[in-house]
């Protein structure tokens, strides 16, 4: 049951995310890049208004309405933002992170990706696919009569979704997991979907061959620091300073998540190489505005 009270804007990214990212002269806000079609603008946002939808979490139950919303508060966003392991991110102590935080990191970086919004439109593009009858290859009979009778509920994707932001379920592989915490030497990127996928099994990985059979996510922590988390090899913990060059990759690997995804809207990003890697990215300055600056993508060549 949904209180008269509950809020309409429901956060798929965390606002205590996303103060980790704050102007240093506004508390409040952070600088953002956001895409519109080949134009890029940066520009300063209110961190109340990005990384949310209305009624995101809201749905009727027996006819009547309701929401996760202050589920997700109470079960997540309060026990983590008060916890040991974010308080030393958000003090800025991160070099103190231990194995004792290695749970919590990989269990908020994978909530991260459970309750974001590209989840939830990737579940809508499965379910509507095998509405029109895209069954894979290797799909019994039974698992389609499954996939039949869940696409004849119109609201189920919208309960899958409900039901992976709210699993605290211990996964399988939570004792093989390698969390590697790293310290930057550069500023760091984010965006409205933090989990940075880094590498999963049958595709080139942009960090060299070791982790091309790997499962492995990025989640940027402040603006300095940031943790690597990997399925699939040793499990283990470390703690350590990160190299330029691979700092680097990282920032521009967010570059092109935002490029490529429909439910990234902004783009997290205030550092020195941010020109310079938008070049690599194929945009052009335009001008300046009074807080940043307008990109336009360059023509493809023939």
């Known amino acids: 049951m949904m209180s008269g009270n509950e809020p309409k804007r429901h956060h798929y990214v965390p606002k205590f995310y996303l103060r980790r990212f704050v102007c240093s002269d506004d508390v409040n806000k952070v600088m953002v890049i956001e895409r519109h079609r080949d134009v890029l603008v940066a520009d300063r946002k209110s961190i109340d208004r990005i990384g949310y939808q209305e009624a995101l ?163 940027t922590l402040n603006r300095y620091w940031g943790a690597f988390i990997i399925a699939g090899g040793p499990h283990g913990f470390s703690n350590t300073a990160m190299p330029l060059d691979a700092a680097r990759v990282i920032n521009r690997q967010y570059i092109v998540q935002h490029q490529n995804s429909s439910t990234v809207r902004y783009l997290i990003a205030d550092d020195e190489h941010l020109e310079e890697d938008l070049e690599w990215a194929g945009y052009r300055f335009e001008q300046r505005i009074k807080h940043g600056f307008r990109y336009r993508k360059m023509a493809e060549k023939s």
């Open 57 to 219: 979490y809201d749905y009727v139950d027996k006819g009547e309405p309701a929401s996760i919303e202050s589920d997700l508060n109470r079960m997540f966003e309060s026990p983590f933002s008060r916890s040991s392991t974010w308080l030393k991110i958000s003090i800025g102590a991160c070099a103190t992170l231990g194995e004792q935080d290695k749970l919590p990191i990989y269990m908020f970086a994978r909530h991260l990706q459970r309750r974001n919004i590209k989840t939830l439109r990737f579940i809508e593009r499965e379910n509507a696919r095998v509405l029109s009858g895209g069954f894979g290859v290797d799909f019994s009979e039974e698992e389609r009569d499954m996939h039949r009778c869940i696409a004849a509920n119109a609201d189920v994707t919208s309960t899958f979704f409900r039901e992976g932001a709210l699993d605290r379920t211990l996964p399988v592989d939570a004792s093989q997991i390698n969390v590697m915490v790293c310290q930057s030497p550069i500023a760091l990127r984010s965006s409205t979907n933090p989990t940075l996928i880094i590498s999963h099994p049958g595709v080139k990985s942009v960090f060299g061959s070791v982790f091309n059979s790997l499962r492995t996510w990025w989640l």
